[in-house]
């Protein structure tokens, strides 16, 4: 094996015009993106079809055109509606390996995905049939892709404490298949807390922790996330810099941000990309990560996210470094696998 790098590439080599394709090229992990959200127009037509589930938009463009979002709300009410022609197991796969080609062919070598079972359990999907699809799905684009992939299951914290923990007990079965836990949905007025006693099972149980927190809710929504549920990553976590002392928190312990910049212009949390803070959090010194989030519905992969956001805000060669450094830093493989992606990361940029 290659001897550890502990220098930083010398990024004034790079020549400005090169960033697009530095960006392509560069390996990195995905660290936010629910698999729900990379269902594409045309694959919920092909399942509607194979399932015999109606659609009520009458084609693609249609169904596109609906992706005019206001706040996350409105997002979601479409994003649920979607899921809801997936109804077997290789449905769930289909997804699955649709999306996990994409990120392969945005060099994306490792990601960890959400799947928000409620959403399917409450249509009368069994959890086995959910989580056995994206399963199978992980275990081929190891071996197919050369991309490795963990599951996240997401609790809806619209939905009650105690369907929570229903939902826990019925994927227990499959707990080598999923490696941690998450908190999604609509986050304004459903606050951590709401969720500290199953967070806190979980935990007991191994399993890795993370929330949404920070996108529309407020700082106080981070602390709590990081405080109460003891999360080990942060998704979003934007607002975070009206804090000065979360801030301060955040970079002195190292927690990840995985923020998704073309998620947050689509869902108006900036009303310009070129007003986006992930400038700020990188220059703050946070584990700041590029993510695509719902990439059917906010326009792009992982790749467009780094691309149009480079572009907005002006960031460069070291930061694109940075950023994929950090996506290894923030992920849930052990040190010798983030080693070995650093080195890969180091090698790339030694060599453009
Ligand atoms: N579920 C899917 N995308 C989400 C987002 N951006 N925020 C909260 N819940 C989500
Ligand atoms: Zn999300």
Redesign the pocket.
């Known amino acids: 094996m290659a001897e550890p790098t502990t220098t930083r590439p010398d990024f004034a080599r790079i020549d400005a015009q090169r960033l697009p394709e530095l960006l392509r090229v560069m390996p990195k992990a995905e660290l936010h993106m629910?698999i729900?959200?990379s269902l594409e127009p045309e694959l919920i037509f092909a399942l509607a079809r194979r399932n015999g589930v109606d659609v009520p938009y009458a084609d693609v463009e249609e169904l596109r055109k609906a992706y005019a979002f206001t706040d996350?709300q409105s997002?979601?009410d479409i994003?649920y509606a979607g899921a809801s022609v997936l109804l077997r197991e290789q449905d769930f796969y289909d997804m699955a390996w649709a999306y996990l080609e994409r990120a392969a062919a945005d060099n994306v070598v490792h990601t960890e995905m959400?799947f928000?079972p409620q959403t399917h359990t409450a249509r009368g999907v069994s959890m086995q049939t959910v989580i056995d699809g994206l399963h199978r799905a992980c275990v081929d684009a190891r071996e197919q892709l050369g991309v490795s992939a963990l599951l996240i299951l997401?609790f809806l914290r619209h939905l009650s404490e105690r369907e929570a923990f229903e939902t826990l007990e019925q994927a227990l079965p499959l707990r080598d298949k999923f490696i941690g836990v998450g908190l999604?949905?609509?986050?304004l007025g459903h606050p951590p807390e709401k969720f500290a006693r199953v967070f806190a099972r979980c935990r007991e149980l191994g399993l890795r922790l993370v929330a949404?927190a920070g996108?529309e809710g407020p700082p106080a929504y981070v602390w709590s996330a990081l405080d109460v549920l003891k999360v080990e990553r942060i998704?979003?976590g934007v607002r975070s810099v009206q804090d000065p002392e979360l801030m301060e928190r955040l970079a002195r312990d190292r927690i990840p941000l995985t923020v998704?910049p073309l998620?947050n212009l689509k869902?108006c949390v900036f009303a310009q990309l070129s007003e986006h803070n992930l400038g700020a959090l990188l220059d703050a010194g946070l584990v700041a990560t590029v993510n695509s989030?719902?990439p059917a519905y906010f326009g792009g992969y992982v790749n467009q996210n780094f691309t149009e956001t480079f572009a907005a805000i002006g960031l460069q060669a070291q930061h694109a470094w940075q950023l994929a450094a950090n996506s290894f830093e923030g992920s849930f493989i052990d040190d010798v696998a983030k080693r070995a992606y650093r080195d890969r990361l180091d090698q790339v940029f030694a060599s453009f």
Do not use: A, I, K, Q
């Open positions: 629910h729900e959200g996350l997002f979601l994003y959400f928000d997401c999604d949905s609509s986050e949404h996108e998704d979003h998704c998620s869902l989030d719902d």
